[in-house]
């Protein structure tokens, strides 16, 4: 059978970056589409695909997923032999779910939150905000890696999954750019992870992509 058609929106400064290393992780192809800040990812043409006008976006056939954390999902359950996702029915498939949307919501709220100086004063508006604080979601994540660290190399044990794939990107950027508070155990879990085969092929990809851009300023 036709292998069905997989193609990425992407820009190499973007959280497109998680979306292709997971796709590097499926192994199979796709094709890449750059778009450009305030020109082409705004254009009437790619609002078909993301009427917000923001990547990343995948096409599957005639399936559209939009948000980075979804697109790994996606892909992990499109794509079961790689193993990407617990099985179904796996009680590993909560703790799957559980750091993934972690990371996607409590996680970058809060990290969104700390750049740009926008903390709760209060202890109703840290109950409003529904991550509390900063520092709650950053202890909590520490706890959790430790054990998790403890008992094998992965949330899930020790098989990696696509919510480690999210977590560790979060972590990486974070870490590097000073808006997630360095600690050892944070760093002792992304190790590994960075070191992975696809993720150094999507980095590759991207980083010859944006050097290319930075040539070329009207791309940026």
Known sequence: MPTTPLTLYTHP???????????????RPYDTVLLDYGTSMKADEYKTINPMGKVPAIRHGD?????????CAYLADQFPLQH???????????????????????????????????????????????????????DTLEIELERTLDKGSYL????????????????MWGLQFGTIEKRPVFERYIAPILGREAHVRASAIDDELAATMQGNPAQT
Not at 13 to 27: D, K, V
Not at 156 to 171: I, M, P, Q, R, V
């Open 84 to 138: 990407l996702a617990p099985a179904v029915t796996s009680p590993a498939r909560g703790i799957y779910y559980r750091w993934l949307f972690f990371a996607a919501g409590p996680l970058e709220a809060a990290v969104t939150a700390h750049a740009l100086n926008l903390h709760p004063g209060t202890p109703e508006q840290s109950r409003t905000a529904g991550y509390g604080s900063y520092a709650d979601v950053l």
């Open 156 to 171: 899930c044990g020790e098989h990696f999954t696509a919510a480690d794939l999210y977590l560790a990107s979060h972590l």
């Open 63 to 71: 399936v559209v997923v939009t948000e980075a954390a979804a697109i």
């Open 13 to 27: 400064y973007s959280r497109g970056r998680i979306a292709r290393w997971m796709l590097e992780e499926t192994g």
